[in-house]
Structure formats: structure tokens, C-alpha cells
């Protein structure tokens, strides 16, 4: 495929997508539409329409069609393994890797992290806030220009460390980590107050006030 039929390729999967523009990426015009390719793109990981629905945080419905369109312009592939479909990256359209690039930026920081977050011990929680958070949580404002993350836990604080080293040189973000045990996460604090009652997004296990 040339650069023509590429860019043509693109611009008919953006005119199926929804007409509301995300605010974390705006080129994809659909959240959804983003989370769906993060889930598959940035993982390598191979799943059912079931899964990348549940991945994604959509409905089955809207995946099943989302999935469609990808598979039509070859961004996504598909076996079938009994009765189930099983749907991976297509490491053969020119379009996979330019995408994943994109995708790393906008929501690497969730799905990478949530990977090299989950292969620490020690970590009960973990959970984006600040103003990444607040972009993905649909909030208006400018592009952020880091990603905060707060672990809860005892983990090893090296490991923690190396691991948001690793995204950051992933996403083309600072990542900024704060360890703290559930119980100093407890205490009375100013910073802390505006964090609880801020926009945040689960990382690993559920935010620690729900």
C-alpha cells in the first residue's frame, strides 16, 4: 500500500468513528476508539470481543462494531479458535506501528504502567490523578505535560521507580510516582485532600476511596 491509499485508509476509519473529539486524543475522535486499539496495539495481546469490550470499557455492542471496522481496513486481524473470534494487532498494515506511536502518548501511561506496575509486589493500589487524569476523565484544559501516578502499598520503591523510568521513555512523558502506605494515604493532608476529591484513574485494583 503507497502513502495515498495509507492516508485514504485513515481517513475512512476516522469517518466512521464518533463525531466527538476526545481531549487526550483528538486525532482518533473517539475515546473508545482509542482504549479499543490501546487494549490491542500496546499489549500484543490476543482477545475476544468479549475482552477487548471489558478492556475497553465498552459495550459489547459498540466493540463488536468498532472491531468490524478495524478488521475491514486491515489495522486488526482475526483466528477463529472454536467458537471464538479472537482478535490481535495485524503486524501487517503500515498503519499498526505508526498508531501504536500515537497510542503510547495518549494512553500509554495507563495501559503501559498498568504492565509494569502489575509485576511488582507490594503494590495494593495505583491510580493516575492530576491533570492526565483529568484529560481521560474528559475534563477540559490544556495537554498535560506529565503523568502522576500514586501507589499505594509497600512495593519495592526502586522497582516502582525503575518502572515509571521505563514508561516515561515509552510515552515521551515525565512520570512522576508517589509511594505511600494505605495508611499515610489516610492521613489528614492538604495535597492528599485535593487528590481524593481530584479526578483519578484506576491503574492497578480499584481507587482506594470507592
Given at each position: ?10 481517513n ?150 525503575e ?16 509511594i505511600?502506605t ?13 487528590v ?15
Open positions: 500500500m503507497g502513502a495515498r491509499g495509507a492516508i485514504d485508509m485513515m475512512d476509519i476516522i469517518s466512521h468513528m464518533r463525531t466527538e473529539a476526545p481531549l487526550l486524543a483528538p486525532v482518533f475522535r473517539s475515546d473508545g476508539q482509542a482504549r479499543l486499539l490501546s487494549a490491542l496495539l500496546l499489549t500484543g495481546d490476543e482477545l475476544s470481543v468479549t475482552d477487548v469490550a471489558k478492556s475497553a470499557a465498552l459495550a459489547y455492542p459498540t466493540a463488536h462494531r468498532e472491531v468490524a471496522r478495524l478488521l475491514d481496513a486491515g489495522i486488526l486481524s482475526e483466528r477463529q479458535v472454536g467458537r471464538t473470534r479472537l482478535i490481535r494487532a495485524n503486524n501487517e498494515s503500515p498503519l499498526v506501528q505508526p498508531l501504536r506511536e500515537i497510542l503510547r502518548i495518549v494512553t500509554g501511561p495507563l495501559v503501559i504502567l498498568a504492565d509494569e506496575l502489575a509485576g511488582i509486589d507490594g503494590i495494593e493500589s495505583a491510580f493516575l490523578y492530576g491533570s492526565f487524569a483529568a484529560r481521560m476523565r474528559g475534563d477540559g484544559g490544556p495537554s498535560p505535560h506529565d503523568v502522576d501516578v500514586m501507589v499505594l502499598g509497600e512495593p519495592d520503591v526502586d522497582a516502582v521507580y518502572a515509571c523510568m521505563r514508561v516515561e521513555t515509552a510515552v515521551h512523558r515525565p512520570v512522576n510516582p508517589t505511600l494505605t495508611e499515610e494515604f489516610g492521613a489528614p493532608s492538604g495535597f492528599l485532600d485535593s481524593r476529591s481530584g479526578p483519578a484513574v484506576a491503574v492497578i485494583g480499584e481507587l482506594p476511596w470507592q
